[in-house]
T-cell receptor
Framework: AQSVTQLDSHVSVSEGTPVLLRCNYSSSYSPSLFWYVQHPNKGLQLLLKYTSAATLVKGINGFEAEFKKSETSFHLTKPSAHMSDAAEYFCVVSDLPGNTGKLIFGQGTTLQVKP | ETGVTQSPTHLIKTRGQQVTLRCSSQSGHNTVSWYQQALGQGPQFIFQYYREEENGRGNFPPRFSGLQFPNYSSELNVNALELDDSALYLC????????????FGEGSRLTVL
């Protein structure tokens, strides 16, 4: 069975400092992995996706993630946090190969950005 | 191009009642997935519709049912509401089964008293 574990429920950074949100995955096949962001009272938005191409994936708003098979990790990073990055972030794995509409979400990490 | 729209945005029901939530998929999208997000949790997959047919279901009882219409809009119906059904219900659409991206609506927040 597929699953994701987000290692931090809450991360707090100062504006302009790096962001690291950690995610480990478990999958019985080569996974499709995603990071979604949810701002308050807004729908979920795709930040980036890994679908077995390049292991370093670049997304929107300066975010990127690296797929590391040996560590079963897919951590999300950003070099410099902005106040607008404050939101809930979800690491997500596709439940079935060939169907990226059936997703398994992690518990979420709340990112706080301090001025 | 309009995005995914859901209605109603908020509603309050009492235990035992029935509720219908509606979703208009993004233009050109033939696949709709529904998710339940309890407070402080990640969304959980309820079911998916592809070209008007149910195409998979998560771990939800039969009192959760759905429909997809010829225009690919969709409904989620929940019968015999329970207190634990209180959650944000999210609809997401895509242009196929393996496009790599879901487009989510802002959700319908259901409170069961």
């Amino acid at each position: 069975a597929q699953s994701v574990t987000q290692l931090d429920s809450h991360v707090s950074v100062s504006e302009g400092t790096p962001v690291l949100l950690r995610c480990n995955y478990s999958s019985s096949y080569s996974p499709s992995l995603f990071w979604y962001v949810q701002h308050p009272n807004k729908g979920l938005q795709l930040l980036l996706k890994y679908t077995s191409a390049a292991t370093l994936v670049k997304g929107i708003n300066g975010f990127e993630a690296e797929f590391k098979k040996s560590e079963t990790s897919f951590h999300l990073t950003k070099p410099s946090a902005h106040m607008s990055d404050a939101a809930e972030y979800f690491c997500v794995v596709s439940d079935l190969p060939g169907n990226t509409g059936k997703l398994i979400f992690g518990q979420g990490t709340t990112l706080q950005v301090k001025p | 191009e309009t995005g995914v729209t859901q209605s109603p945005t908020h509603l309050i029901k009492t235990r035992g009642q029935q509720v219908t939530l509606r979703c208009s998929s993004q233009s050109g999208h033939n696949t709709v997935s529904w998710y339940q997000q309890a407070l402080g949790q990640g969304p959980q997959f309820i079911f998916q519709y592809y070209r008007e047919e149910e195409n998979g279901r998560g771990n939800f009882p039969p009192r959760f049912s759905g429909l997809q219409f010829p225009n690919y809009s969709s409904e989620l119906n929940v019968n015999a509401l329970e207190l634990d059904d209180s959650a944000l219900y999210l609809c997401a659409s895509s242009s196929g089964l393996n496009t790599g991206e879901l487009f989510f609506g802002e959700g319908s927040r259901l409170t069961v008293l």
